[in-house]
């Protein structure tokens, strides 16, 4: 196995050594990262003076050379490697173009750092990538919103009729929800700083000044010298914001599935969910299973995990770098993929989303839905609060115990229950456009 490392050793690592400790069957997805890296160590070499400006075109070539194998699709990471910084040094080593000048290119430079920098870049083009996603499920929601923009449904509180919404607030809270966490994303963004310059743990002999580069040719920040060495090499919080920010937004997909999955049921029947978007039953065959939001309502078990994987991790690490921190990457890069994905599916899924009218017309013939409504106009005629609570408790009571609608109760009936109510009060009031256009205090309703 070719190492960056082995001169003090007398024996060759055992094979289950390497086997245990390699990495490359995961981090190879850093290959582009890396390069992109070792691009900019090796400016900061030049401007050094550690290489000359041939060595740095001959170095310059065969990084290039390796990144459009990569985003040709060509790379085909070698098992036999260590890790993926290794099986590049490699290819670099073995480039005839570039020959005895690859070994020049690990001068001033630790792994510790420059997985440290591949990681952190990384994690930068998946936020934006995640940011983009998430964006088009906001989009397909308003979508949504905007098509059922007349909508009403019944509300609820502990899964029991509260009071009549609008679809389109439903449907706004959660878009709500992903802006709070796109906010999130592009604060994790906003937090990652890219360095280079801390060696394994202590700096290097260039000075700072040198580590000072522009972001451009690959890199969406500047990078800069650390501020402080060992902090940088040991720091992994961004991982841990960044998968907090993903568990949320798991949290956030499985709250929807939820409610989606439950107004596709036979019992709700609120909504269709084409058939390009579920499956069916191997054994039963009128079943249309919302499978895909099943599965994703299932993802964020997996992303909570990931999460405390990592937490668990760095819990009593002393300073500065560990061998524990490479496995800090299979669950960062395994969230990042759930998270896309998901959120890639839905916003599809969401376009092809049918609210049916008239099954939720039928459920807001439930005059319960309106008892805040009766108590509301009570309050406004006079009637403490308190009380008019207690009156429409006795309507509802009323109602339930006789069997009779309120909008059948007569002058008589409601006028024994309080003299303010009477049959075209309550007709008025009982109205779902009524009770949503009453509710004025969202800032939305503000002239």
Same mark, same amino acid.
């Given at each position: ?10 024996k ?11 990495s ?5 997805i850093?290959?582009e ?15 050094a ?12 070539g ?12 060509t ?23 570039v ?50 923009s ?25 878009i709500?929800?992903?802006e ?41 920040k ?5 501020d402080n ?5 040991s ?16 949290m ?18 609120f909504? $269709?969910? $084409? $058939?390009a ?11 249309k ?40 990457k ?31 017309s ?13 108590? $509301? ?23 339930l ?7 059948s ?28 256009s ?9 002239a």
């Amino acid at each position: 196995m070719s190492k960056l490392w082995g001169g003090r050793f007398s024996k060759e690592t055992h094979k289950l050594v390497e086997e245990y400790c390699g990495s490359i069957h995961f981090d190879w997805i850093l290959a582009e990262y890396d390069c992109i890296g070792s691009l900019k160590h090796i400016d900061v070499l030049k401007k050094a003076r550690l290489l000359n400006a041939s060595e740095h075109a001959k170095l310059a070539g065969g990084l290039k050379r390796i990144l459009s194998s990569i985003h040709e699709g060509t790379f085909k990471p070698g098992p036999d490697f260590e890790d993926i910084h290794s099986y590049i040094q490699h290819l670099l080593e073995k480039d005839p173009k570039v020959g005895k000048t690859a070994l020049k290119l690990h001068t001033c430079r630790s792994r510790n750092d420059q997985v440290l920098f591949d990681t952190k870049l990384f994690c930068l083009i998946h936020l934006l990538k995640t940011e983009r996603a998430l964006t088009s499920v906001i989009e397909s929601l308003s979508s949504l919103a905007t098509k059922y923009s007349t909508l009403i449904m019944p509300g609820y509180t502990h899964l029991q009729h509260a009071m009549p919404v609008a679809v389109k607030d439903v449907l706004g809270a959660y878009i709500t929800m992903l802006e709070r966490d796109e906010a999130r994303l592009l604060n994790a963004y906003n937090g990652i700083e890219l360095t280079l310059g801390s060696g394994a743990l202590a700096g290097t002999m260039i000075s700072a000044k040198h580590y000072k580069l522009p972001a451009k040719d690959g890199l969406t920040k500047p990078v800069n010298p650390p501020d402080n060495t060992l902090a940088t090499v040991s720091d992994r919080d961004f991982i841990v914001e960044i998968l907090s920010v993903l568990s949320i937004i798991g949290m956030h997909l499985s709250r929807l599935c939820e409610d989606m999955i439950l107004w596709s049921s036979t019992e709700f029947n609120f909504i $269709d969910i $084409d $058939d390009a978007f579920c499956t069916g039953s191997s054994l039963m065959p009128q079943k249309k299973n919302p499978d895909v939001l099943e599965l994703m309502r299932g993802y964020t078990g997996r992303l909570y995990g990931n999460l405390l994987n990592v937490l668990v991790l760095l819990k009593g690490l002393p300073l500065s770098y560990n061998r524990d921190l490479q496995h800090d990457k299979e669950p960062l890069f395994d969230s990042f993929a759930v998270v896309q994905e998901s959120l890639t599916v839905l916003a599809e899924l969401l376009l092809n989303i049918k609210f049916k009218p008239e099954n939720l017309s039928g459920q807001l013939t439930d005059e319960s839905l309106y008892a805040t409504d009766l108590a $509301d106009y009570l309050v406004e005629n006079g009637v403490a609060f308190k009380d008019a609570h207690t009156i429409i408790g006795k309507l509802i009571k009323s109602k339930l115990k006789t069997q009779t609608p309120i909008l059948s109760m007569t002058d008589q009936q409601l006028a024994s229950i309080h003299p303010l109510l009477n049959p075209q009060i309550v007709k008025k009031i009982i109205d779902p456009k009524h009770s949503v256009s009453s509710k004025r205090s969202a800032r939305r309703t503000e002239a």
